[in-house]
């Protein structure tokens, strides 16, 4: 069978740049791979609107019978997004013998388990490349070329909305709103981006990230997380002034107690391979036992390089290697290893804290005091010039030595509620 | 049948990661895989070396049949290294009915064709990732997640030895000769550094990326290459003082006139991210015409990153999957689209020109004149003060703009035979 058919459900701008490829380079792909794969049905409310791709007549369709119920389409692309109907259209393609390829994050992170379960037990598989750093191939390399190696941690930026805000801020020294607003002018973020910079997204692709690499079966509701909003152009100056930059970072590291998972905001080394990756790119680093350290960086989002994981899926599957690697990983599988992660309030890491404090003598001390009582230790401590010299409040920058998350909000509550200290005390991750 | 034995010849230092895997990992492996993968033969003529890694008795033979003669062996690891004997025995394991995987560059850039050839031949696989960036998944992720893509270009440090060497003349202004000291020393540099320094390796690595990424028949030796050992301190310090690093890059761009390949150490804008892969690291930077830019960085040698990328292929193998992808992309094969290559003279690019030139009026205008003369036109000039004011002749460094290496060779030709020139004119790339 060398003629495969593909079905499209969703044709916005990650379909517009899938039909691009798979109508405009099907002979280019035939070369390439043997097989000749054919997108012979596109299913989307929208008609009319030109997405800049020429379609075949009777290609594009508003009737989701033509494609589901088509036996011939032997692979289904959802690029709708959000959960529901999504799930709903993915577990009908499923049940009707297709295999199934998807760009959503939010659906493999919130149903993984029972779209899987399901794949599994009607012989189909499910790609999902694109949900995680869109254009690297970051989780096709976990599942094939590092199987001989344990994971050992990840670092990751996965959100180009956020890290183009960073940079902006960073670079411009704008204010995080006008920051924001830029990026939602130039088409990165949303009309509404609280999924962004609250860091639910990057929860959500930390979820799927943690069940490749770990094996772990994680809800991302449960993952600790601050976002990018919790970030004022301040605190990208004082990063610089220790030598940093602020990355929206989702980490993963596994320790004696387990996996600890979390999203935050975090000053890095200015010099890491991280803190380079700039506007709206991606980045990510795997450390594997014998592997060490691989790092990755290239367009997490955006019509092209999403099409190009999207449609690598769709060749994996018509070549049946996905089958392969899907037979053989058990995603969300009853019969994986269990591993433990480690509550939210457990996970210990080193912070950076910038508090507003009644500038007189004796204050300081007060503050490691609170902190001491908690057992957080202070690697260093910092007050920048007060803004004007009439202020009453100054600011106090502290980095402190690792603390469990616990510790360091009993801390901070304290500090929030002393009459010395100035609203509420702003904490940011800090990674060497 | 889930039961898969491999065999393993050569059991140096790469052969004792991948025994620590095999024979460490084999439950691992198994409950990731869904196969349990059995390294049952070593072959090596030396039987007593302690290499760190317990090996159960009767697995170490120095009998090549016990390997090539064992029905029940499907894999053959190949890891002796060099052309011959090893191409000998890759023949033969695949006569025996055995897929083969090799972590050899010099054997798969001299005789890919007739291996590969082979292979399809008699239906079995060749595995190679670790030949190209050790450790670094990146020829699985042209094969198969970036398939959909044409690729534009390929910017690539290929050679960690070279690249410590940099780093080491960089960071402590070393001269090249004792850099290449400390690299030996710290076990990067081989005895015998020659096809490290001068090239070669790095086109051997080019010439496979040449042929996955773009189907490229390249003949490796027709390469046109500079190596490191064309860098002298003085180099590293003036690209510094342009606002460059130099790096030993290997490149292939898709030109309208054809694929242009060439190996040289280049001058990179020091903010890129392959100027900040740094000692012995590897980084490759691939453009698609879909994914936009992906960049990767990791260890591209040593015993465990190797190993890595050696039992990765041996997973792929043994779950059937590389088989599938060996059969659909025709690897070397009759029937793929010929490409052509430029020819080294024609290859065009930007250089970095150190001369030194007789200190008086009017020179600079004759050094000039004669780039002039061969359509080279100048993007900047720099006389740098000379080491002491009794010096007869001064260096001059010269930036160009895009030239034919042809055409440089002429221009640097005349100059080098002008009475006003001393010594060799010094000539490396340089890439924005």
């Given at each position: 069978m060398d003629l495969v058919k593909v079905g499209l459900l969703g044709f916005g701008t990650i379909g517009g740049g899938v039909a691009e490829i798979l109508l405009g380079k099907t002979d280019e792909i035939e070369r390439a791979t043997g097989k000749r794969i054919e997108l012979v049905k596109i299913c989307d409310k929208d008609l009319t609107s030109d997405r800049g791709v020429p379609v075949p007549d009777g290609v594009l369709t508003d009737r989701l019978d033509d494609v589901m119920n088509d036996p011939e389409i032997s692979i289904l692309v959802e690029l709708i997004g959000g959960v529901e109907p999504a799930r709903s259209f993915v577990l009908r393609a499923l049940e009707a013998g297709k295999d199934v390829v998807t760009a959503n994050k939010a659906l493999i992170a919130n149903?993984?388990?029972?779209?899987?379960?399901?794949?599994?037990?009607?012989?189909?598989?499910?790609?999902?490349?694109?949900?995680?750093?869109?254009g690297i191939p970051v989780l096709q390399s976990i599942r094939t070329s590092l199987t001989a190696n344990k994971i050992r941690s990840i670092k990751a930026i996965v959100n180009g909305t956020c890290n183009f805000i960073l940079s902006e801020m960073e670079t411009k020294g704008a204010a995080y709103a006008d920051a924001l607003k830029e990026a939602q002018r130039r088409g990165f973020a949303e009309a509404n981006p609280t999924l962004d910079v609250d860091g639910s997204d990057s929860a959500q692709k930390l979820c799927i990230l943690a069940q490749l690499a770990f094996g772990a079966d994680v809800d991302w509701k449960q993952i600790a997380r601050v976002g990018v909003d919790a970030v004022d152009a301040i605190d990208v100056k004082y990063a610089k002034e220790l030598g940093r930059k602020i990355r929206l970072l989702a980490t993963a590291a596994l320790g004696p107690e387990g996996l600890a998972l979390s999203v935050s905001p975090t000053l890095i080394p200015e010099d890491s391979a991280l803190a380079k990756?700039?506007?709206?790119?991606?980045?990510?680093?795997?450390?594997?036992?014998?592997?060490?350290?691989?790092?990755?960086?290239?367009?997490?989002?955006?019509?092209?390089?999403?099409?190009?994981?999207?449609?690598?899926?769709?060749?994996?599957?018509?070549?049946?290697?996905?089958?392969?690697?899907?037979?053989?990983?058990?995603?969300?599988?009853?019969?994986?290893?269990?591993?433990?992660?480690?509550?939210?309030?457990?996970?210990?890491?080193?912070?950076?804290?910038?508090?507003?404090?009644?500038?007189?003598?004796?204050?300081?001390?007060?503050?490691?005091?609170?902190?001491?009582?908690?057992?957080?230790?202070?690697?260093?401590?910092?007050?920048?010039?007060?803004?004007?010299?009439?202020d009453e409040f100054a600011s106090l920058i502290i980095l402190t030595h690792e603390a469990t998350s616990e510790k360091l909000d009993d801390a901070i509550a304290e500090l929030d509620a002393a009459p010395f200290v100035r609203g509420k005390t702003i904490r940011l991750a800090v990674r060497d």
């Amino acid at each position: 069978m060398d003629l495969v058919k593909v079905g499209l459900l969703g044709f916005g701008t990650i379909g517009g740049g899938v039909a691009e490829i798979l109508l405009g380079k099907t002979d280019e792909i035939e070369r390439a791979t043997g097989k000749r794969i054919e997108l012979v049905k596109i299913c989307d409310k929208d008609l009319t609107s030109d997405r800049g791709v020429p379609v075949p007549d009777g290609v594009l369709t508003d009737r989701l019978d033509d494609v589901m119920n088509d036996p011939e389409i032997s692979i289904l692309v959802e690029l709708i997004g959000g959960v529901e109907p999504a799930r709903s259209f993915v577990l009908r393609a499923l049940e009707a013998g297709k295999d199934v390829v998807t760009a959503n994050k939010a659906l493999i992170a919130n149903c993984g388990s029972e779209l899987f379960a399901k794949a599994r037990a009607l012989g189909r598989t499910i790609g999902f490349e694109a949900s995680v750093c869109g254009g690297i191939p970051v989780l096709q390399s976990i599942r094939t070329s590092l199987t001989a190696n344990k994971i050992r941690s990840i670092k990751a930026i996965v959100n180009g909305t956020c890290n183009f805000i960073l940079s902006e801020m960073e670079t411009k020294g704008a204010a995080y709103a006008d920051a924001l607003k830029e990026a939602q002018r130039r088409g990165f973020a949303e009309a509404n981006p609280t999924l962004d910079v609250d860091g639910s997204d990057s929860a959500q692709k930390l979820c799927i990230l943690a069940q490749l690499a770990f094996g772990a079966d994680v809800d991302w509701k449960q993952i600790a997380r601050v976002g990018v909003d919790a970030v004022d152009a301040i605190d990208v100056k004082y990063a610089k002034e220790l030598g940093r930059k602020i990355r929206l970072l989702a980490t993963a590291a596994l320790g004696p107690e387990g996996l600890a998972l979390s999203v935050s905001p975090t000053l890095i080394p200015e010099d890491s391979a991280l803190a380079k990756v700039s506007d709206a790119y991606n980045g990510i680093e795997i450390v594997g036992d014998f592997v060490g350290s691989v790092f990755y960086q290239g367009w997490g989002a955006g019509r092209r390089p999403t099409a190009s994981a999207v449609c690598g899926d769709v060749i994996d599957a018509a070549l049946g290697r996905a089958k392969i690697t899907f037979d053989s990983l058990e995603l969300w599988g009853e019969n994986r290893e269990k591993i433990a992660t480690v509550d939210a309030k457990k996970v210990s890491g080193r912070a950076y804290l910038r508090l507003g404090v009644e500038d007189r003598p004796g204050v300081m001390a007060k503050v490691a005091e609170a902190l001491a009582k908690r057992e957080v230790s202070i690697a260093s401590m910092l007050q920048p010039p007060k803004a004007s010299p009439d202020d009453e409040f100054a600011s106090l920058i502290i980095l402190t030595h690792e603390a469990t998350s616990e510790k360091l909000d009993d801390a901070i509550a304290e500090l929030d509620a002393a009459p010395f200290v100035r609203g509420k005390t702003i904490r940011l991750a800090v990674r060497d």
